[in-house]
């Protein structure tokens, strides 16, 4: 299962189909794309439900979660995390692995990380995340 990064508020599954097709054919393995809900207009936590309700839905097709794996990029990597997560404190099982690149974890931006490599981040602005975002839809 494969969460596509965009701030939580753009980016469809659609514009990482490339993605999904190089993970497919490195891997050897099935990629899913996540289509997760969008925010503002769909607030916290419908993206994490929708994370939640595929995993689930795999599992009710017989998929065993050591065959599963949730990866994602920044924001995606952050729904890779909080499905994780959600999964383990309701005991449900676990997927075999997780792969999390550039994981947006840190909504405080405390790091220096964060402010050092904006520049280089040309597909979000952070006045996208620290503005209504951050107000409508932080838990």
Known sequence: ?????????????????????HLAKATGCRVLMVDYRLAPENPFPAALEDCLAVYRGLLK??????????????????????????????????????????PMTDLACKGVTFWTKMIRFF??????????????THP
């Open 61 to 102: 097709d017989g998929i065993s979660p050591q065959h599963i794996v949730l990866a994602g990029d920044s924001a995606g990597a952050n729904l890779t995390l909080a499905t994780a997560l959600s999964l383990r404190d309701s005991g449900e099982p676990l997927p075999a692995a997780l792969v999390c690149i550039s």
């Open 123 to 136: 597909l979000l602005n952070w006045r996208m995340v620290s503005g209504n975002i951050m107000r409508e």
């Open 1 to 21: 299962m494969n969460f596509h990064g965009g701030g939580w508020v753009l980016g469809l599954y659609n514009n990482h189909r490339w993605k999904a097709a």
